[in-house]
């Protein structure tokens, strides 16, 4: 078991910058693959980004390539979410998961969720 608790959301303006954080309790974080998804209220869960155990490899969607950026700090437990050049279709719920397995885009492949957190782009 792991547990991961989102924090970092909040308010900014178009063009602006936030950072999120995702920090882990329980197993050894350096265990699991990190990944980063959003889910706007009606739409299905969407990929954002993930990171191996190691933080060597990465990868991200399409949408957000460019801007924003993952990282980890397995000596702290928590996983980052750097987000740049905001636009209003990137507000809505951000949520961290872990995979004991692989680094996945798939949210089926994730096993521990945090809550989530809000982030809201004012255009």
């Known amino acids: 078991q792991v547990q991961l608790v989102e924090s970092g959301g909040g308010l900014v303006q178009a063009g602006g910058s936030l950072r999120l954080s995702c920090a882990a309790s329980g197993r050894p974080f350096s265990i699991y693959a990190m990944g980063w998804f959003r889910q706007a209220p009606g739409k299905e869960r969407e990929f954002v980004a993930a990171i191996s155990r190691n933080g060597r490899s990465t990868d991200y969607a399409a949408s957000v390539k460019g801007r924003f950026t993952i990282f980890r700090d397995n000596a702290k437990n928590t996983v980052y979410l750097q987000m740049n050049s905001l636009n209003s279709e990137d507000t809505t719920v951000y949520y961290c998961?872990?995979?004991?397995?692989?680094?996945?885009?798939?949210?089926?492949?994730?096993?521990?969720w945090g809550q989530g957190t809000q982030d809201t782009v004012d255009s």
């Open positions: 998961a872990a995979d004991p397995l692989r680094l996945s885009l798939q949210a089926r492949h994730y096993t521990f």
